[in-house]
C-alpha cells in the first residue's frame, strides 16, 4: 500500500508534522486504558521517525484515527522494528484499523528492507492477541513478568507481563491470515474440544469466569484460556484479573518449557458463553510422547 492510499475511508502514511506526533501522543491516552501508563511522547515518536524507526498514522480526512510506532532493534545478529504501540481511537475500533495500520506497517518495514517486527502485548487482553496472532500471524516466542513493574494507582497496579511475538513478515502464515484465511468456527470448536486445558477455568459466585487450576499441555494439541473482556473483570471484580495474570504466566511458563508453541487464538462460544483460548502446538523441541509399555 504506497505512502498517501486510502484504505476505504481511511488514508496510510508516516507522521510529519510536530502537531501529528502530539496528537499521537494524545491518541494513546485516550485509546490504551491501564496501558497509558506506557504510551510513548511525541518527542520520542519524533526521533524513531528521524532514526531508523516508523509511525505510521491512519487518517480520517486531516483526523488521526490511529497510530502504530516501532523502533530499530538490533539482537546482535539481525536487524528488525521492535513494535512499542499500535492505537486506535475508541470510535474507530470496529473498522478493522488497527489490522489495516499493521499492513501498511508490513509494507513499510519490507521497503526498509528488513524481516521481522518484534513485540510484546498483555496475555490477558484479548482484541489485542486476536490482531496479532489470529489476523496478522505473529508467533508468540517467550514471556516476560512484569516486565515494567506494577502499572496503574500505587497499591492497586497490575503488573505488567508481555507476550513476546515475532511477527516474519514473509512467512506463509502471514500471507494466509493477511488474505483472510482464517479457520472457520466449527474448526475452532474441533480443535477446542480435542485440546488439554493448560488453565481450567469456572464462573465466580458474580458470574465472572475465573481460572480454577494450571497444569501441563499434553498430546497433539493444548488450549490456554484467557478472559474475554478483561476490562469488564478489571471493573467488577478488580482482585480476579491477578488471579488470572498468575494462572496465564504460570501456563505459559509451564507450555514453553515443554516446547508447545502458539499458533492461533480463537473465540469459542461455549454453552452460550464466549470464551477465549491461546491454541497450542506441540514444537520441534517438544519432547516425544511417551511410548507405551510393552506387555
Not at 518484534?118 to 496472532?133: E, F, N, Q
Not at 505473529?138 to 505488567?160: I, K
Request: no cysteine; proline share 8%.
Amino acid at each position: 500500500m504506497p505512502e498517501g492510499s486510502g484504505g476505504g475511508d481511511f488514508a496510510f502514511r508516516p507522521l510529519r508534522k510536530p502537531e501529528e506526533f502530539r496528537a499521537a501522543e494524545e491518541l494513546q491516552a485516550e485509546a490504551l486504558g491501564p496501558g497509558a501508563a506506557l504510551a510513548v511522547p511525541a518527542a520520542l515518536l519524533r526521533t524513531f521517525q528521524d532514526h531508523g524507526g516508523l509511525v505510521l498514522g491512519g487518517f480520517a480526512d486531516i483526523y488521526l484515527a490511529g497510530v502504530v510506532a516501532s523502533s530499530l532493534g538490533w539482537d546482535g545478529s539481525l536487524l528488525y522494528q521492535r513494535a512499542h504501540v499500535l492505537a486506535v481511537r475508541p470510535e474507530y475500533q470496529n473498522h478493522r484499523l488497527g489490522a489495516r495500520l499493521a499492513a501498511f506497517q508490513r509494507d513499510e518495514v519490507l521497503r526498509l528492507g528488513l524481516a521481522e517486527v518484534r513485540g510484546g502485548i498483555d496475555p490477558l487482553h484479548r482484541p489485542s492477541a486476536a490482531l496479532a496472532v489470529r489476523r496478522l500471524g505473529a508467533r508468540p516466542s517467550g514471556y516476560q513478568a512484569n516486565l515494567f513493574g506494577q502499572l496503574g494507582a500505587e497499591g492497586a497496579g497490575e503488573e505488567s507481563d508481555r507476550l513476546e511475538l515475532r511477527w516474519t513478515l514473509a512467512a506463509p502464515q502471514v500471507a494466509r491470515r493477511l488474505g483472510g484465511e482464517l479457520p472457520s468456527a466449527e474448526e475452532d470448536r474441533r480443535r477446542l474440544a480435542a485440546s488439554s486445558a493448560v488453565v481450567e477455568t469456572e464462573v465466580g459466585e458474580h458470574g465472572l469466569r475465573r481460572p480454577s487450576a494450571v497444569g501441563e499441555p499434553s498430546g497433539p494439541s493444548a488450549s490456554l484460556e484467557i478472559p474475554f473482556d478483561v476490562a469488564t473483570i478489571r471493573d467488577h471484580e478488580p482482585s480476579t484479573v491477578r488471579r488470572w495474570r498468575h494462572a496465564v504466566r504460570d501456563g505459559f511458563r509451564a507450555a514453553f518449557d515443554l516446547g508447545y508453541e502458539v499458533d492461533d487464538v480463537a473465540t469459542v462460544t461455549v454453552e452460550h458463553e464466549r470464551r477465549a483460548f491461546y491454541l497450542l502446538r506441540p514444537g520441534a523441541a517438544a519432547p516425544p510422547p511417551p511410548t507405551p509399555a510393552t506387555p
